[in-house]
Nanobody, 125 residues
Framework: QVQLVESGGGLVQAGGSLRLSCTASGRTFSTYRMAWFRQAAGKEREFVARISWDSSTKDYTDSVKGRFTISRDNAKNTMYLQMNSLKPEDTAVYYC??????????????????WGQGTQVTVSS
């Protein structure tokens, strides 16, 4: 069983920055394919970014390209999302997700086996 715990959310003004962290349990974190999703109030969950087990592949949704950076530190069992130039439309609950079994369709939430509890990010205008 894999447990994921997000942290780093908060309230920030537009144009500001936040760094989210997702710490995973388990001794095989380095084999997990990881991702960030977000869900704004009244909206469906959407893909934000994903990273391969060895950080060789990173993929972002268009709306965050050039502003957000996904990374991971396998030695610390932790994944990060550095969010810069935040906009009010980035306001959402951010979730980290992991899969140990799927290598395709990684922009879709259904491809992930494990989810964190979420961390709230609020960007004021």
């Amino acid at each position: 069983q894999v447990q994921l715990v997000e942290s780093g959310g908060g309230l920030v003004q537009a144009g500001g920055s936040l760094r989210l962290s997702c710490t995973a349990s388990g001794r095989t974190f380095s084999t997990y394919r990881m991702a960030w999703f977000r869900q704004a109030a009244g909206k469906e969950r959407e893909f934000v970014a994903r990273i391969s087990w060895d950080s060789s592949t990173k993929d972002y949704t268009d709306s965050v390209k050039g502003r957000f950076t996904i990374s991971r530190d396998n030695a610390k069992n932790t994944m990060y999302l550095q969010m810069n130039s935040l906009k009010p439309e980035d306001t959402a609950v951010y979730y980290c997700a992991a899969t140990t079994t799927t290598a395709f369709g990684l922009r879709f939430g259904g491809s992930y086996d494990y989810w964190g509890q979420g961390t709230q990010v609020t960007v004021s205008s």
